[in-house]
């Protein structure tokens, strides 16, 4: 845990991200405000496109400032943790945005103004984060436009299969207009339409077969769901749901077992603690990963664990583990 004192921070921001915009922009002034309070000088930095989080955040960085504010969905965070990743620049949340699984995990309030009092007072502490990392392919590359980066770190969640496939699909105009229901409407389609492909999931502990993995480094996954129960952000360590099934009515199934806490012991699905997996397709099926929610390269993918690579600011209260 780090104590030293924070006399400068800046607060990115996705001004397109959720809903009711303009009371956000007022309850972001409103955090800016009670950090200035607590000695902390606070700029905002609004996002302009895809990817500028990250830039924004690494240029803050590298021009001294003492602290980044992340006031975003998991999207943006994930763009701002890509770009800080390996300094020592702590990283706070202003939850906001179509889902926010950190601020969930941390206990945040869901309330801008209320999570930047605990800011000021919060733990830095350092902690791992996810690596994804794919290897150059004609599948993965396009043919026009920007290159598709080969790693990419991940602070919360990834996976492949379904999930993959759902965060493909949601149109971002869909997703701008009616928020979280467009990845439920996607959901919904692509339980109908998705062939459930298997393909080779390997690590040191375990290899299997699976339709469909989920790998966590929080308990939250999205939504209501928490699918990795056993995992923290403060561990060195996935943990790593596997479904091995194609059965859609199975997989139904253990919808209400993820809400009432028995997944584990459903049929088909294989849970453990890793520190290195990769995904491999056995057939010729394209299948999608996702990163912290985000739209991903197609399989091959290995994910890494990488300890020590971010100061996150937690609630001083918030209990590790």
């Not at 590298?62 to 994930?78: Q, R, S, Y």
């Not at 598709?148 to 770190?153: K, L, S």
């Not at 943990?239 to 806490?261: M, Q």
Request: aromatic share 8%; charged share 20%.
């Amino acid at each position: 845990m780090q104590s030293c004192e924070i006399r400068n921070a800046a607060i990115i921001y996705n001004p397109t991200s959720g809903r009711n915009r303009a009371r956000r922009r007022h309850a972001l002034e409103e955090a800016a405000r009670i950090l200035r309070e607590a000695g902390i000088d606070a700029g905002l930095l609004p996002t302009t496109c895809a990817g500028s989080a990250t830039e924004l955040a690494r240029d803050a960085a590298a021009h001294g400032c003492e602290m980044l504010v992340v006031c975003g969905g998991d999207g943006t965070i994930n763009e701002v943790v890509n770009g800080i990743a390996g300094t020592q620049v702590p990283l706070a949340v202003l939850p906001a945005g179509t889902a926010n699984i950190l601020a969930k995990e941390l206990r945040i309030p869901w309330n801008i103004p209320a999570a930047a009092r605990l800011i000021a007072n919060g733990k830095r502490v350092r902690v791992a984060l996810g690596l994804a990392v794919w290897p150059p392919s004609s599948r993965n590359a396009p043919q026009q436009g920007p290159a598709v980066p080969t790693e990419r770190y991940f602070l919360c969640v990834a996976g492949a299969g379904p999930d993959g496939a759902i965060v493909h699909g949601v149109e971002v105009e869909r997703k701008l207009r009616i928020g979280i229901l467009a990845y439920w409407l996607e959901g919904l389609h692509q339980f109908f339409t998705y062939p459930f492909p298997r393909f080779q999931i390997s690590s040191p502990e375990k290899q299997t077969a699976a339709s469909l993995i989920v790998v966590g480094r929080t308990k939250h996954y999205g939504g209501p769901f928490c699918i990795t129960r056993r995992a923290s952000l403060f561990d060195n360590q996935f943990e790593i749901v596997a479904y091995d099934g194609r059965s859609r009515l199975l997989l139904l199934a253990c919808l209400p077992a993820v809400w009432l806490g028995f997944l584990y012991r459903m049929p088909g699905i294989h849970v453990w603690k890793t520190a290195q997996a990769s995904s491999a397709s056995s057939g010729d099926s394209q299948i999608f990963s996702q990163i912290d929610g985000e739209a991903s390269s197609a399989l091959p993918v290995e994910f890494r664990i990488v300890p020590d690579a971010l100061t996150l600011v937690v609630p001083s209260g918030h209990k590790e583990g």
